[in-house]
């Protein structure tokens, strides 16, 4: 018999049900709103304000649904950053990926993806509108964000359908570009 996946929580799929394009809402060179969500990764909570002024920051809005178990082939991108994590921290920056989803379904995707990069949990979505990323289909869509030491925006990368996602690489280049 084929497992069926679980529905996502209905509290948190409504959020999302109203689709809304993601929005450059946020000026290159302002500083990024501040959040502090908790770090599944290494049980911990994380300010982003913690970082200003002592290093850069990628943040990963990522698009996790509710899974039975997360597969590698699904997050391909958000696995690929989890394999080059440690040359964002020797370029000097730190990567956080933020997910929607409760803490439970966090903790079994780091499980299932052997992240080694925090995840960040947002069920309620704050930082996913604050950020602009846009929503469809009963979850945020995915986006990525470059900061400088000061916490001021320096690139966006906004999902579109050619482009869902940015690359580490072209990640990484604009870190070098800081």
């Keep these: 018999m084929t497992p069926i996946a679980p529905l996502p929580d209905q509290a948190t799929t409504w959020r999302y049900w109203l689709p809304l394009p993601p929005r450059l809402g946020l000026p290159l060179g302002q500083i990024c709103p ?37 597969s590698p082939q699904r997050y391909a991108s958000l696995v690929a950053f989890n394999q080059v994590y440690d040359q964002f921290r020797n370029a000097g920056a730190e990567v ?64 579109s359908l050619l482009h869902p996602t940015a690359s580490p690489g072209t990640l990484l280049a604009a870190l070098s570009r800081l």
Excluded: M
């Design 34 to 70: 501040d959040f502090a969500l908790w770090d599944v990764t290494y049980q911990r909570t994380v300010r982003l304000a913690n970082w200003r002024g002592k290093q850069p920051v990628v943040l990963l809005f990522c698009r996790l649904l509710a899974e039975i178990a997360y």
């Design 96 to 159: 956080l990926a933020i997910g929607n989803q409760p803490q439970r379904q966090a903790q079994a995707a780091v499980e299932d993806l052997s992240l080694r990069l925090p995840l960040l949990c947002d069920p309620a979505g704050a930082s996913f509108r604050a950020y602009h990323t846009g929503q469809a289909l009963g979850a945020p869509l995915p986006a990525q964000f470059v900061l400088d030491a000061q916490g001021r925006l320096r690139y966006c990368h906004l999902f």
